[in-house]
């Protein structure tokens, strides 16, 4: 609320703000030095105006040859009665006569809206121009002026000269119809400065809460009340932008005169419509809809008739807009609003009072435009109040909410707490039970595919364990497959009484340097390594140029190399060699070390048999070579048998005898 407390200040000051005024007599102002030496004076009164004629300075020297003149009130349009009610389109000249006395220095004069092209000479020089002043339409061209033009003032006259040309053919109204201000150059400036920075603080204040109630509805598109405000936050834009000092000139200097008049008139006329759609939604019960579709009708055609005609035809019945405007102000605030705020509807008072002062600044506007009144333009400063007491509204309805929110939060945070407590727990049992389902899942596949392996290299086995070398052939080349590998070897140890030596009995896609070099020592390289110390090995970056796998597209050299050796409770019986492009895993060496088991056991197996054949064969040898012996030894005992039987048979003859 201080920022409204602020706003409000801004208001005062700029109403009491506004230029003292001077009486100019019969087209002659008395300027004293006391009141002109640091304040701003409006020149208002009666000036010298030469009907239907453009004057210059030139011609007010002869004045044989001069029309006769009259005097009109300033600021006043010629279609207005104290002026005579005369012709919107027309040209004229207006004079006025000086008295500054002693005054000296830089002064200077502004020049707000003058219907519309203008010529301005002081003391018989051109200080400035607007637009095209002609004698006829066809060669006459509107513009715009807001402009302070300096002045020198010193010694060597009295009295000055200040003669005006004016032609107008495109406005429904003409002529001086708001004050020529003078004073000191540096304070015409200055106050512009203000007026200026006080007119953007104001265009900041509304475009932010209009941004944020757009914002507000496309987050929540069923709160279309804040689609309409922010969209009247933008036309109120546009109309303390293009009206008063018109900003929108400092940005475009070279806008279409006829533009910026619709511009200005539309951003007036349009906001009864874009009220009553926003009010309408705020307080249904108060506003029927019949006043709605009213006001909404008729606000449309007017805007569209404005944009579609040019500002000499819908000028015509500006009476009319400005009747709807003050009877659909007055509808909004005591026949909605107030009743609002006496049936004590939320933010029904403060809407009121709020819109009270938009709508009395809307009022002060509309009697400055029509050139009743002369104080500053406040509608912006009104609707600038009227909408930080709307967001101060906004504001507490959603504090009200955030309240109840709050208070049902609390009756249900306990149990919240035990539900989330409960869903915890229960997700952290299924994610466990999912985590332990997917490593055994896992684990099945593994030991499947690991199953399956064996199986696929125990077939081999099987077929062809009575030749080792074919069977070495066969193993490597399935090993490889089933590791999805693409290099290997089986090394054998040799049976010979000098010292061991590995032999490559079996190898797939194996280069030249390997077959070459097919005999290895123990402890001689890495597979030498490998069988001396009986342990697995893997290599994830092995030497370049260790291995290069050879194909149609070139070499490619191998990076991943797994050793396992053949060993069973004997000792070693080799070693299995493995060589990829692809990296190898734990379950790789799983699977290789049971293959590498099996292949080992069914190795000492079948050299057993051999050895146990070939004792069998020795056995069987030395037995019939035995058996040979045993055949002769029985004839020689036959032999002795039947000798001593004729000893015996000898001997008994002797003593017979």
Partial sequence: ???????????????????AMTQVVHGTVNLKEDILSDEIIDLNGN?????????????????????????IPVPASWTSKKAGKHS?????????????????????????????????WFDNRLIYSTGEVAKTALHGKPGFSYKNIPLFLNNNSETHELVIQVSNYDHTRGGLVKPVAFGPFE?????????????????????????????????????????????????????????GERIINFVFPNINWELLFKMDNFSGFGTIPLFALFLFLLFRKEFPKVMLYILVSIGTLISLFVFVTPQLIYGRF??????????????????????????GREGGLLSFIGFFLLYGTAINDVLVSMGIAHTPNLAPYGLATYMLIQSFILSRRSASAINDNEHLSAELQHEKQMLEERVAERT?????????????????QIQSWISGSLNRVKAVLNNHKDNLKQLSQRLIAEIVGVLDANLG????????????????????????????????????GLVGACFKDLDSAILRDIPENYFQLASGLGDSPLKHLILVPLKTDAGGLGVIEVASLKPISHVHVELLEKIAGSVASTILFSRMNEKNLHLLNDFT???????????????????????REEVESFRKKGSQS
């Fill in 489 to 524: 070897g089986i090394y054998l140890l040799k049976e010979q009484d000098d010292d061991p030596v590995l032999e490559l009995t079996g190898s797939y896609n194996a280069p030249a340097e390997m077959l070459e070099k097919n005999e290895i020592f123990p402890g001689e």
């Fill in 428 to 444: 952290r049992a299924l994610e466990k039970q999912n985590e332990e389902n997917s490593k055994h899942k896992e684990e099945i």
């Fill in 187 to 243: 304070k015409l400036t200055a106050n512009s400065k203000e007026l200026l920075i006080i007119n953007l603080i104001i265009v900041g204040i509304i475009l932010i809460i209009g941004f944020n109630h757009l914002l507000y509805f496309f987050l929540r598109r069923n709160e279309r009340s804040n689609l309409f405000f922010g969209l009247l936050c933008l036309v109120m834009i546009l109309r303390n932008v293009s009206t």
């Fill in 1 to 19: 609320m201080k920022i409204l407390y602020f706003l409000l200040i801004f208001i005062v000051i700029s109403f009491f703000q506004q230029s």
């Fill in 318 to 343: 500006r009476m009319f807009y400005e009747l709807y405007i003050l009877f659909g102000g007055l509808y909004l605030t005591f026949g909605v609003l107030l009743r609002a705020a006496i049936k």
């Fill in 47 to 71: 000036w010298e105006i030469y009907w239907d004629t453009l004057l210059s300075p030139e011609n007010f020297k002869n004045q044989q040859s001069m029309p006769s003149g009259a005097y």
């Fill in 88 to 120: 919107s389109k027309g040209k004229a000249t207006y004079r006025l006569e000086l008295e500054t006395g002693k005054l000296q220095g830089l002064y200077g004069i502004r020049l707000y809206d003058i219907f519309t092209a203008s010529k301005v």
């Fill in 621 to 643: 040898r030395k037995q019939e070579e035995f058996d040979l012996q045993e055949e002769e030894m029985r004839g020689h005992l036959d032999e002795l048998r039947v000798l």
